[in-house]
Nanobody, 121 residues
Framework: QLQASGGGLVQAGGSLRLSCAAS????????AGWFRQAPGKGRKIVAA????????YYADSVKGRFTISRDNSKNTVYLHMNSLKPEDTGVYFC????????????????WGQGTLVTVSS
């Protein structure tokens, strides 16, 4: 089970840190990703990380502003979001999968419940 937290209301230019804590089993051998779902739209990849943390992927829209990381000793994946923009608004979901990182939401096996991020202008 994955539990996402850390969302909230923030002004443009601000920062938030999202956390995704796994329970019930270890996810240290799974790749993980963060997806964003804007109102009325589908889930899109924001960032992904390999099981070891040595490899990362970022959507073009967040490169240089967001950082994904993980602490396998805590079974937790993080998304550090800086310089937030109104277009970053949405529900953020964390997900995990076997194998390497991918960008398609249907390729992920485990999902958290989502945490809402609202960026005001």
């Amino acid at each position: 089970q994955l539990q996402a937290s850390g969302g909230g209301l923030v002004q443009a230019g601000g920062s938030l840190r999202l956390s995704c804590a796994a329970s019930g089993r270890s996810f240290s051998n799974n790749a993980a990703g963060w997806f964003r779902q804007a109102p009325g739209k589908g889930r899109k990849i924001v960032a992904a990380i390999t099981w070891s943390g040595s490899g990362t992927y970022y959507a073009d829209s967040v490169k240089g502003r967001f950082t994904i990381s993980r602490d396998n000793s805590k079974n937790t994946v993080y998304l550090h979001m800086n310089s937030l923009k109104p277009e970053d608004t949405g529900v953020y979901f964390c997900a995990a999968r076997y194998g390497s990182t991918t960008t398609g939401p249907t390729t992920y096996n485990y999902w958290g419940q989502g945490t809402l991020v609202t960026v005001s202008s």
